[in-house]
Every structure is written in structure tokens, then in C-alpha cells.
């Protein structure tokens, strides 16, 4: 007899008694329909569990793009492939996704670009227990294929810290990340510079002035006695003019005047003659720590005072001074090897060179004074130091 797959039944009651278990026809019935095997359905695990009990990864590195109003991070676990930027809109959505990363990996490693946000964010991943690296800008890549967003950014950086904790030390090129008292004291070193650089920038705009009308150009013209003098001889609608500027650049005078002592005040202890105290301090700011450099040789790149190069093979070719490093470093060991010339003539750079000081090419000079500023780097790391004496040096020391 054929049964019809399905039946109707209007009444309730009936159908819960007539409710039968419908099996496909092609199955074989089992002999009790009352023998079930019942089993429990899976319990599904929380996000949490699951990441407690799967292995942790051995390190995860992450590389940030920092911006004022952005952050695109991108990470690397272990040796897998570089995973997707994400974007952060503030410090703390980044801090945080860090800080989740620490929950599945035995180590995290982070990196930035260094720039006019500072060092907020490294300071904040240190005091986490996250270590943080800041390097310098690389745009070699961006260069080379013509491309350049945040994305392309953060995963180059991500690539870049894996290298080197894998053992490149090259593959990052690392910024040094002062104290917050060194770079308080760096950051007001640096604002003398700053207001000297205005001063000469007002300075010009009055000069363009006075050579615009036929009156040449005057040193130092808003000064009290230069300004008396010129006010006499231009006509008045160019005086009243420069008074603008002559406010702006008095005041300006007043403020240089007391960054100045208050930043040579700060130098204690004895100097060598012809290195001043605003020199010295300015110096030792930018510098950070003498003790961090192993070697001559890192103190004279942190200057760029030494020689490019473009060699291979057998041939060895010798250029230039490559500037590259802190310019400020460059400047004072420029400005305090002419006067060495004059305080320190005894000084073993400056005999070494005294033939061609002594002469008349200016270009050979400025090589010379040059070569005595690498030295004198030297010489002053070694100094402060302790690794060699004033003495050995052959440098005459005055008190502060």
C-alpha cells in the first residue's frame, strides 16, 4: 500500500496525534521508533578562548604611519606575509590595537617615522612595555616605483623592522630619541637659532628695501646708531618703513640677548679656549650623550663631516663632505675651528694643516678648516669621554 508524502489535517489535536517521523523512501526504517541516539549540540567557544588556547605567536611587528588626524598600521606575524592597514583615528584606538596584540604574541615590536609629532607615541608604547623603534624618513623605494600613500608607507615600515630584528642592522636607519630634559634643553637651543634666523630674515626685507631705492645696503641698520645716521639720508615714507621693522627686530635683539645667557649659564666646569660656553652647551644639546658613540668615526657622520664616497673594485674615490647629519653639530664644529686657528695654534689639527692656512688659496682653506672641525669632533668625544686627557690633546683649557 503506498502512503501520500504528506497529510492535512485541519484539527490540532488530531494532527499531534496523527504526527508521524517522515523518512526519505530509499532509507531502510529502523526496527524501534523509539530508539534514539541523542547527542549534545557543539558550545560555541568566545573570542577569548579560542585565542587561549591557540598557540602565541613568537612576535608580531607593526609598522605605523603617523599623522596629526590618522594612524595606518600594518602587522606582521612571525614570518607570514604583511596582513591589511588598518586606520586609527586617534592615539588611543592605536594604543589599544597594540596593546591587544601583546595577547596573542610573545612580542611586539613597533615602528614610526620620526617628525613633528615627536616622540609622544614612543614614550607612551616604552612606559606599555612595547618596544618602539623611530627611524629616519626612506623615500628610496617611493623613488624608485613612483608611488607613495599611507598604506605603501606603513607596510614598508612593517618590512623594514622585521629585516632588522631578523639582522640587518641597515635596513633602518634609527633616530636618536632624547630624554625629556635633553630635549628641553635641545628644544631652546635650537629657538636661539631660531630667532637669530628671523632676525637675519627682517634684517634682508630692510636691506631689499634701501638697495630697491638706490641707498645700498647697511649692516646691521636698525641698530640705534646705524638707524640715527640712515633716517637722515632716506627720504621719509622709506624711514617710516624701516621703523617697522626696526621694532620688530630690537625686540628681537633683547630676546637673542637673554636666550643666550641664560643658555651659557648652563655650562659648568672647565673648556677648552676658543670653544665659548653658548657654543659648548648649544653642543652638547644637540649631541645628547657622548657616551652612546663607540667610535670616532659615528661622531664625525653625526656632523657629515666626512668624505662621501664612490668606490669599487680596486679604485677608491674620495668626495665632498657628505652632510648628512644634524647641521647644527656641523655649524658650531665649523665656527669653532676658525677660532681655534687663533686661540689654539699649538693644536695638532691646526699644525697639521698650518702650510695651507698659511696660503693664499681660499678653497684649499675652507678644506682645511673643514678637516680641523672632523678632528676637533673627535678630539671633544674623546675628551668628555675620559679616553684621552687635555694634555695628550694638546688643548688649552680655561675655566667656565
Given at each position: 500500500?503506498?502512503?501520500?508524502?504528506?497529510?492535512?489535517?485541519?484539527?490540532?489535536?488530531?494532527?499531534?496525534?496523527?504526527?508521524?517521523?517522515?523518512?526519505?523512501?530509499?532509507?531502510?526504517?529502523?526496527?524501534?521508533?523509539?530508539?534514539?541516539?541523542?547527542?549534545?549540540?557543539?558550545?560555541?567557544?568566545?573570542?577569548?578562548?579560542?585565542?587561549?588556547?591557540?598557540?602565541?605567536?613568537?612576535?608580531?611587528?607593526?609598522?605605523?604611519?603617523?599623522?596629526?588626524?590618522?594612524?595606518?598600521?600594518?602587522?606582521?606575524?612571525?614570518?607570514?606575509?604583511?596582513?591589511?592597514?588598518?586606520?586609527?583615528?586617534?592615539?588611543?584606538?592605536?594604543?589599544?590595537?597594540?596593546?591587544?596584540?601583546?595577547?596573542?604574541?610573545?612580542?611586539?615590536?613597533?615602528?614610526?617615522?620620526?617628525?613633528?609629532?615627536?616622540?609622544?607615541?614612543?614614550?607612551?608604547?616604552?612606559?606599555?612595555?612595547?618596544?618602539?623603534?623611530?627611524?629616519?624618513?626612506?623615500?628610496?623605494?617611493?623613488?624608485?616605483?613612483?608611488?607613495?600613500?599611507?598604506?605603501?608607507?606603513?607596510?614598508?615600515?612593517?618590512?623594514?623592522?622585521f629585516n632588522y630584528l631578523s639582522g640587518n642592522e641597515r635596513a633602518l636607519q634609527l633616530a636618536r630619541v632624547p630624554t625629556p630634559a635633553q630635549e628641553q634643553l635641545r628644544a631652546q637651543s635650537r629657538q636661539q637659532d631660531q630667532l637669530v634666523q628671523t632676525r637675519k630674515d627682517l634684517a634682508a626685507q630692510g636691506n631689499a628695501l634701501l638697495l630697491g631705492q638706490g641707498y645700498g645696503s647697511l649692516k646691521n641698520w636698525w641698530r640705534p646708531k646705524a638707524f640715527s645716521h640712515l633716517s637722515q639720508e632716506v627720504d621719509p615714507w622709506v624711514a617710516e618703513m624701516l621703523k617697522n621693522w626696526m621694532e620688530l627686530l630690537?625686540?628681537?635683539?633683547?630676546?637673542?640677548?637673554?636666550?643666550?645667557?641664560?643658555?651659557?649659564?648652563?655650562?659648568?666646569?672647565?673648556?677648552?679656549?676658543?670653544?665659548?660656553?653658548?657654543?659648548?652647551?648649544?653642543?652638547?644639546?644637540?649631541?645628547?650623550?657622548?657616551?652612546?658613540?663607540?667610535?670616532?668615526?659615528?661622531?664625525?657622520?653625526?656632523?657629515?663631516?666626512?668624505?662621501?664616497?664612490?668606490?669599487?673594485?680596486?679604485?677608491?674615490?674620495?668626495?665632498?663632505?657628505?652632510?648628512?647629519?644634524?647641521?647644527?653639530?656641523?655649524?658650531?664644529?665649523?665656527?669653532?675651528?676658525?677660532?681655534?686657528?687663533?686661540?689654539?695654534?699649538?693644536?695638532?689639527?691646526?699644525?697639521?694643516?698650518?702650510?695651507?692656512?698659511?696660503?693664499?688659496?681660499?678653497?684649499?682653506?675652507?678644506?682645511?678648516?673643514?678637516?680641523?672641525?672632523?678632528?676637533?669632533?673627535?678630539?671633544?668625544?674623546?675628551?668628555?669621554?675620559?679616553?684621552?686627557?687635555?694634555?695628550?690633546?694638546?688643548?688649552?683649557?680655561?675655566?667656565?
Open positions: 500500500m503506498t502512503h501520500a508524502p504528506y497529510t492535512i489535517i485541519s484539527d490540532f489535536e488530531a494532527l499531534v496525534d496523527a504526527m508521524v517521523l517522515v523518512r526519505p523512501p530509499n532509507r531502510q526504517q529502523p526496527d524501534s521508533m523509539n530508539n534514539y541516539n541523542l547527542k549534545a549540540a557543539p558550545i560555541a567557544l568566545s573570542k577569548e578562548q579560542k585565542s587561549q588556547n591557540s598557540p602565541k605567536a613568537k612576535r608580531i611587528v607593526v609598522g605605523v604611519d603617523v599623522h596629526l588626524r590618522s594612524y595606518q598600521a600594518a602587522r606582521k606575524i612571525d614570518n607570514s606575509a604583511i596582513g591589511p592597514v588598518a586606520t586609527f583615528r586617534s592615539q588611543a584606538e592605536l594604543l589599544l590595537h597594540i596593546e591587544n596584540q601583546r595577547k596573542v604574541a610573545e612580542e611586539v615590536a613597533v615602528v614610526y617615522e620620526a617628525g613633528p609629532l615627536g616622540y609622544v607615541l614612543y614614550r607612551e608604547l616604552e612606559a606599555q612595555g612595547i618596544g618602539c623603534y623611530v627611524c629616519g624618513p626612506d623615500g628610496h623605494v617611493q623613488q624608485s616605483e613612483r608611488r607613495k600613500n599611507n598604506s605603501i608607507d606603513a607596510r614598508n615600515l612593517t618590512a623594514s623592522l630690537r625686540a628681537l635683539d633683547e630676546k637673542i640677548q637673554k636666550v643666550k645667557v641664560s643658555l651659557a649659564r648652563r655650562c659648568k666646569g672647565p673648556r677648552p679656549k676658543g670653544l665659548g660656553a653658548l657654543s659648548l652647551v648649544q653642543l652638547e644639546a644637540e649631541v645628547l650623550d657622548w657616551n652612546r658613540y663607540s667610535s670616532g668615526r659615528k661622531i664625525g657622520c653625526l656632523a657629515g663631516l666626512v668624505p662621501s664616497e664612490w668606490s669599487t673594485g680596486t679604485k677608491q674615490r674620495l668626495g665632498s663632505i657628505t652632510k648628512v647629519g644634524v647641521a647644527a653639530i656641523r655649524r658650531i664644529a665649523v665656527e669653532a675651528a676658525w677660532r681655534f686657528i687663533l686661540f689654539q695654534p699649538q693644536y695638532k689639527a691646526v699644525q697639521k694643516w698650518q702650510e695651507v692656512l698659511r696660503g693664499t688659496n681660499r678653497a684649499l682653506k675652507k678644506k682645511a678648516v673643514v678637516a680641523i672641525a672632523r678632528q676637533l669632533m673627535v678630539d671633544l668625544w674623546r675628551l668628555q669621554t675620559g679616553r684621552l686627557s687635555a694634555k695628550e690633546l694638546n688643548l688649552i683649557i680655561v675655566d667656565a
